[in-house]
């Protein structure tokens, strides 16, 4: 495993782009580009993890209102691979129709989409697991689709409980999962975790 990390490591991001918001999984992207999709509940930091990965600070739009992303925005990297910043779910604020259209165009674009090759579900490590999540990657599971869990905010709790909280919180997945997914744990202020989900989307990029 120590030779196949050098190998990968530190994917160079030479450029990356805002390419389109698309209001349905119709209405994206018509080429065979790889896709790697960026979803968690709305407040998890997943603006903030984006432009620390790209290391463009206001590529993807943070926002002090928590369900703002009702989009599916797509940003090329490096030319050759899109990363996907799909709306949060969960968010109770917004009205039952609204809710449900969300749902319906996340589901849609994860079952759907032909060039999604990985979901990355980002988890506030803060909290002990929460059911929201918890249905999302089952969900997630049951549907065959293949993801990891990021776990966020990691700064605002130092590396020794970040460590505890993930491992506690994998760990609550074997109730009924006979193997667990990968995670990384990282934090946007912090750089943690960018050199580690780089490497894993380059590993898969190789592959394709």
């Not at 079952?111 to 579900?121: D, E, M, T, Y």
């Not at 590396?159 to 074997?174: G, R, S, Y």
């Not at 934090?187 to 894993?200: F, Q």
Request: charged residues 25%.
């Amino acid at each position: 495993m120590q030779t196949q990390k050098r190998q990968y490591q530190n994917m160079e991001i030479k450029k990356a782009e805002f390419v389109i918001s698309s209001p349905s999984v119709i209405q994206c992207p018509k080429d065979t580009k790889p896709e790697y999709a960026f979803i968690g509940r709305s407040n998890v930091g997943k603006s903030s993890l984006i432009n620390m990965l790209c290391q463009r600070k206001g590529l993807a739009k943070t926002s002090a209102t928590p369900g703002k992303t009702q989009l599916i925005n797509y940003f090329i990297v490096n030319n050759n691979w899109y990363l996907v910043d799909l709306p949060g779910y969960g968010y109770a604020k917004l009205s039952k129709t609204m809710r449900n259209k969300l749902e319906q165009m996340i589901s849609s674009y994860i079952l759907q989409r032909k060039q999604l090759v990985n979901v990355f579900v980002l988890i506030d490590i803060r909290h002990e697991q929460q059911q929201i999540d918890r249905e999302f990657v089952d969900w997630l599971g049951m549907s065959g689709i293949p993801f990891c869990i990021v776990f966020t905010k990691a700064d605002k709790i130092g590396p020794v409980k970040a460590k505890q909280n993930a491992e506690a919180w994998m760990k609550k997945m074997l109730d009924t999962w006979e193997e667990t997914p990968l995670y990384f744990i990282t934090s946007a202020e912090k750089r943690t975790g960018r050199d580690e989900v780089l490497d894993y989307i380059e590993e898969i990029n190789k592959t394709l």
